[in-house]
T-cell receptor
Framework: KNQVEQSPQSLIILEGKNCTLQCNYTVSPFSNLRWYKQDTGRGPVSLTI???SENTKSNGRYTATLDADTKQSSLHITASQLSDSASYIC?????????????WGAGTKLIIKP | NAGVTQTPKFRILKIGQSMTLQCTQD?????MYWYRQDPGMGLKLIYY???????DKGEVPNGYNVSRSTTEDFPLRLELAAPSQTSVYFC??????????FGPGTRLTVT
């Protein structure tokens, strides 16, 4: 069964600290992996999209890594800010033509404390 | 550009009632999608459209209907609302198979 599992479910860190969120998937075949940020009460916003040939991709203080062999991805946040408080969702696409068959993880809820 | 807009923001329905969730995008995107997000779960695709006049079922279409008469609008119709349809509904649009732009969501409660 195609699944995307994220850990931890929730995480609390102090402002200025770094953190890493994990994503494991069993989706096959694999086309691309995406990370989204979802603020409370808002829709998801895309952070990064990686194909199987990409190992790492950065977007400002966000750096995503992908290991297609072990089917794992991580999202590293550097020097966290209060505005980073949100849910971070890992999404895997199993088909080249697909925004129609995305497998969404349940997300990691990140809380940044001052 | 307003992006993707959704109305209403909140709605409470009684069991058996019907309603339409509105979605409009001003980015001239061909692709549009409806998702539902239940607490602690990943988003589930309800319906999608690849252009005006073309719609198709997603993973969880039962109890819903859609239409796409224009590029801009993609309304979602709930007939005979049931408590299982209590959820947050997101509309999204895209111009390609990668990026998706989401609306702010509609929080629906069926009691």
């Amino acid at each position: 069964k195609n699944q995307v599992e994220q850990s931890p479910q929730s995480l609390i860190i102090l402002e200025g600290k770094n953190c890493t969120l994990q994503c494991n998937y069993t989706v096959s075949p694999f086309s691309n992996l995406r990370w989204y940020k979802q603020d409370t009460g808002r829709g998801p916003v895309s952070l990064t999209i990686m194909t199987f040939s990409e190992n790492t991709k950065s977007n400002g203080r966000y750096t995503a890594t992908l290991d297609a062999d072990t089917k794992q991805s991580s999202l590293h946040i550097t020097a966290s800010q209060l505005s980073d408080s949100a849910s971070y969702i890992c999404v895997v696409s199993g088909r080249e033509d697909s925004n129609y068959q995305l497998i969404w993880g349940a997300g990691t809820k990140l809380i940044i404390k001052p | 550009n307003a992006g993707v807009t959704q109305t209403p923001k909140f709605r409470i329905l009684k069991i058996g009632q019907s309603m339409t969730l509105q979605c409009t995008q001003d980015m001239n995107h061909n692709y549009m999608y409806w998702y539902r997000q239940d607490p602690g779960m990943g988003l589930k695709l309800i319906y999608y459209s690849v252009g005006a006049g073309i719609t198709d079922k997603g993973e969880v279409p039962n109890g819903y209907n859609v239409s796409r008469s224009t590029t801009e609008d993609f309304p979602l119709r709930l007939e005979l609302a049931a408590p299982s349809q209590t959820s947050v509904y997101f509309c999204a649009s895209s111009s390609n198979r990668y990026e998706q732009y989401f609306g702010p969501g509609t929080r629906l409660t069926v009691t």
